[in-house]
Every structure is written in structure tokens, then in C-alpha cells.
């Protein structure tokens, strides 16, 4: 199945991931489908490492939810006017 990836701002406090705590500013947002379960993750624009996004994993029960579930999370943490 394939990734789903977005460009996106963080808002005002940022995006807490597990490994580094909060991110900000221009950021790609990327989601992974891996047995039945979505996983986001982001990176700052054009950097090697992701960071796991802090809470963002959930089980689908279809894996066309993959989709609507990347495009609630990109609602969620692309603020670019805070």
C-alpha cells in the first residue's frame, strides 16, 4: 500500500513526535499503512530523518481508510496561520 505525504506549517506549539518532542515550522507530513495499522510520522522539508508523531497510530478497519485518515491528521496539524 502506498504512503500518503503532504506538505505541511505547524501551527503554534508545534508537533510532538516520540523521538525529538516538538517540531516546528515547515514540515512533510507522511502516513504508512503496515498491517492494518496507520502510522504518521514527519520530517522537516527536504531532511533525511521522520519522527514518529506523538499518538498519531490507529487500526482501520479497510485500508481505503488510509486516505481519510491522512487527510484528518493533515487537517489537524497543517496551521500555517496558527
Keep these: ?9 505547524a501551527g503554534p506549539g508545534g508537533v510532538m513526535t516520540d523521538e525529538v518532542g516538538v517540531v516546528t515550522g515547515d514540515l512533510e507530513l507522511r502516513t504508512s499503512l503496515v498491517d492494518g495499522v ?3 510520522r514527519v520530517r ?5 530523518e521522520w519522527y514518529a508523531v506523538t499518538g498519531a497510530a490507529c487500526r482501520v478497519a ?3 481508510d488510509h486516505a481519510g485518515v491522512h487527510q ?3 487537517g489537524v496539524l497543517h496551521r500555517p496561520l496558527g
Excluded at 522537516?44 to 533525511?48: K, M
Design 62 to 64: 479497510d485500508p481505503r
Design 38 to 40: 496507520v502510522r504518521a
Design 72 to 74: 484528518v491528521l493533515l
Design 1 to 9: 500500500m502506498a504512503d500518503h505525504s503532504s506538505p505541511i506549517v
Design 44 to 48: 522537516y522539508e527536504g531532511a533525511d
